[in-house]
Each structure stands twice: as structure tokens, then as C-alpha cells.
């Protein structure tokens, strides 16, 4: 006879519980791709084991169910749900914004010479039409408004950040980015996936204009699908770039052609999605959202900022400057970069997979991005092996 589980009220303990990875692993890659949760496993079995015996009758269901994780979206980032749309990645959801405003040749976009690809590449594609991309730089992520401002001009459409650097864990001042742009006349654009799932985020109060996101890293969903906002007010300023039965009013009206846009971001998804990632997406959103985006948050920063220390202790450089990124948290994130002297960082992340401990390896950075779940146990882990090279 086994003994009842015990019940707890401590949410980053229901977040633990539903972590089966955490068991054996110290798993510090977040930033790249999550393990997902005991309830969100459970879900794509469910849906997979319903599919392959029954076929598609619980597809008004699940469709339904669609309806509250794109609730459930919402409430983890402040807007209404009329403005989530689901997208396959992040990248679709730039690029609806890239490829649907309406440029003008002479137009520019200004965004970050360290980003992320997928917030480079759909601006650099815009040269073609005569749209300039301007890439300023950052000081190990750091934004110098001075020059952001400078940067903008009367024909600056947009401005496009992420949220938290990738390489330098550099968490941007939106606020004060988006009132740059806003008072250049452009609009502002957030790659969010880095930092949606642990920090908190009221879009309707803040500038943010649009907003993109995948499910596989800190929102500890499946690969394959995401969220975007649109702002309401935007929504007729956004061309949609992909149109099927599912971007109209009226979807299920098959014989009656009328292209009568969705009233809401909605539109933007033009045919079927991923509807087992979605549902699956659903159940890790909701997890998070018991949890509380606060509590995630300080336990996250708390637990990077003993990270640093305990790292440099046993002998790492710590290459995000932390105290550049204010110690009231406002710049830091849940990404912290290292390097051990004298050891190649490749060779370090094997021996450590070896040892079930899972980092990254970015620009010949080594990186680590615990969720709020890790214990410290997991860190003295890491710690021991790199005593080790001593």
C-alpha cells in the first residue's frame, strides 16, 4: 500500500510536484527547451489515445478547450482575449507583424545588433521593398536610449526588441523603449519568449503594441505552437498574410463566400492549428497561472543571483553583469552567462549532460536558465562539477 501524496498549498511545490524531470535531472535550459509538466504529458496522451480510438467527435470539445487556454494566455500577460491569437512559433508571429503592416518604401525598422534571428531576419527580408533595418547596439544587452532615440526618425514604423536578451540576459525597460517609439510615431514590437512565463507583464498598461511568444521554453509547453497579442486598436493595421476558413466571421460557413475578417486576433490563424499542442499549451499556462507570475518571478531572480555567486566561488566568470542589471530586478532575468578559464565550453556542457545537468552553449558562452522549480540541490550539482576542473 502506497502512502497518500501530500498536499501542499506552497505554489512553487504544486509547480515542482508536476515536474517529473526534476527527479533526476538538474535541468538549466530553459531558455531553449523546457521539459513539460506531468499534466501537460497527460494531455497529449489523452489526446493522442482519443484521436487514434474515436477519431475527431470531440473536436467541438476540444475546440472549446482551445478557447480557454487562449484565456488562460491572455490572463498571463494582462490583455483580452479577443487580442491571443495561437501561432505555431514565435517567428510566425513576428513575421504576421513584418510581412502585414503596410510599409512604405523608405520606411525603417530599429531593433538590436545582438537579437535573436527570428527578430533580425523578418526585418532584414524588408529591404527588398525599401525598408531600412537598423541595428543598434547594446552594451552586453543594455540598451543606450540616447542612441534608440537618435535611431528613430519620422519614417521609423516600428521598434523591435525582446523582452530578455538570449546571450546577455538583459531584461529591456519596455516601457521606456515603447514611449521612444511611440513618440517617434512608430509602434513597438515584443519578442517575448524569453521572458513571458516568469515575469509578470500587464499589456493593456503598458506601450507594448504587439507581442510574440512560444510554448516550449519558459511557458513549459510542447514545440510547435505559441501565442501573439495584437493590440485591439491594431488589429485593422495588420494585414493578415495567411487566409483560410478559419480567418472569417463566419469558419464553419463553408458555402457562403464572405471574407469578413474575425473581429479579433482570431483572423490571424487562417486554417486548422496544432489542436493537440494548443490543448496541451493550455494545461501548462494554467499550471503557471496558479502559480502566480510574481511568485515565479522572485523565486527565479533569487535563485540566479545565488547562482552567480555560488559559480564564481567555484571558479566562473560570470559574463552577465549583473550588477549592471539593477538589483531590484528590473534588468535581470532568469539567463545567466558563464565561461570556466582554461576549459572549452562544449566539452564542459557533454560532461555535464553526461551527468544528467542540462545548460546551453550560446556564442561560446556557456548558459544556464533555471525556472522556479529548480531546487538547490540542482545548483550545488553544477557547482561540484566545475570544482572538478580544478
Known amino acids: 500500500m502506497t502512502d497518500a501524496p501530500t498536499v501542499t498549498t506552497d505554489p512553487l511545490q504544486l509547480l515542482r510536484d508536476q ?17 513539460l509538466p506531468r499534466a501537460t504529458a497527460q494531455r497529449i496522451r489523452d ?5 487514434a ?3 475527431n467527435i470531440g473536436w467541438l470539445d476540444w475546440l472549446r478547450e482551445a478557447e480557454t487556454a487562449r484565456a488562460e494566455a491572455a490572463q498571463m500577460i494582462g490583455a483580452r482575449t479577443e487580442e491571443i491569437t495561437f501561432v505555431p512559433n514565435t517567428s510566425a508571429g513576428v513575421s504576421q507583424v513584418s510581412e502585414g503592416l503596410d510599409w512604405r518604401e523608405g520606411d525603417n525598422v530599429v531593433t538590436l545588433a545582438d537579437e535573436f534571428p527570428t527578430n533580425v531576419y523578418p526585418w532584414l527580408h524588408l529591404e527588398s521593398r525599401g525598408v531600412e533595418c537598423r541595428l543598434i547596439a547594446t552594451d552586453n544587452g543594455a540598451i543606450n536610449f540616447d542612441e534608440l ?9 516600428l521598434v523591435s526588441v525582446s523582452w530578455v536578451g538570449y546571450q546577455t540576459g538583459y531584461r529591456a525597460d519596455l516601457d521606456r523603449i515603447g514611449e521612444i517609439a511611440h513618440a517617434a510615431g512608430a509602434l513597438l514590437n515584443v519578442d517575448a519568449i524569453q521572458g513571458v512565463g516568469v515575469f509578470p507583464i500587464d499589456v493593456t498598461n503598458s506601450p507594448v503594441d504587439f ?6 521554453k519558459w511557458l513549459l509547453g510542447p514545440e510547435g505552437i505559441g501565442f501573439a497579442y495584437v493590440r485591439a486598436e491594431h488589429l485593422d493595421k495588420l494585414r493578415p498574410t495567411t487566409i483560410g476558413w478559419n480567418s472569417v466571421a463566419k469558419p464553419f460557413d463553408y458555402t457562403n463566400f464572405d471574407l469578413t475578417f474575425k473581429p479579433s486576433a482570431a483572423r490571424f490563424a487562417g486554417g486548422g492549428w496544432n489542436m493537440m499542442g494548443t490543448l496541451a499549451m493550455g494545461q501548462s499556462l494554467h499550471l503557471l497561472n496558479s502559480v502566480g507570475m510574481a511568485n515565479i518571478a522572485k523565486q527565479v531572480l533569487e535563485y540566479t543571483d545565488l547562482a552567480c555567486e555560488r559559480l564564481a566561488s567555484a571558479g566562473a566568470n560570470i559574463l552577465t553583469n549583473r550588477d549592471m542589471q539593477h538589483r531590484d530586478g528590473a534588468q535581470r532575468s532568469g ?12 566539452e564542459f556542457r557533454k560532461r555535464c549532460i553526461a551527468q544528467n545537468i542540462v545548460l546551453s552553449c550560446r556564442s561560446g558562452k556557456l548558459r544556464i536558465s533555471p525556472h522556479a522549480y529548480n531546487s538547490l540541490e540542482d545548483l550545488e550539482r553544477l557547482v561540484a562539477m566545475i570544482r572538478e576542473l580544478r
Open 211 to 216: 507581442l510574440e511568444t512560444g510554448g516550449q
Open 47 to 51: 489526446f493522442a489515445a482519443q484521436s
Open 149 to 157: 532615440t537618435a535611431a528613430c526618425d519620422r519614417r521609423t514604423r
Open 335 to 346: 539567463i545567466v552567462c558563464f565561461e570556466i578559464p582554461g576549459h572549452d565550453p562544449m
Open 53 to 55: 480510438e474515436v477519431g
Open 19 to 35: 515536474m517529473a524531470a526534476s527527479a533526476s535531472m538538474a535541468y538549466f535550459d530553459h531558455a531553449a527547451l523546457a521539459p
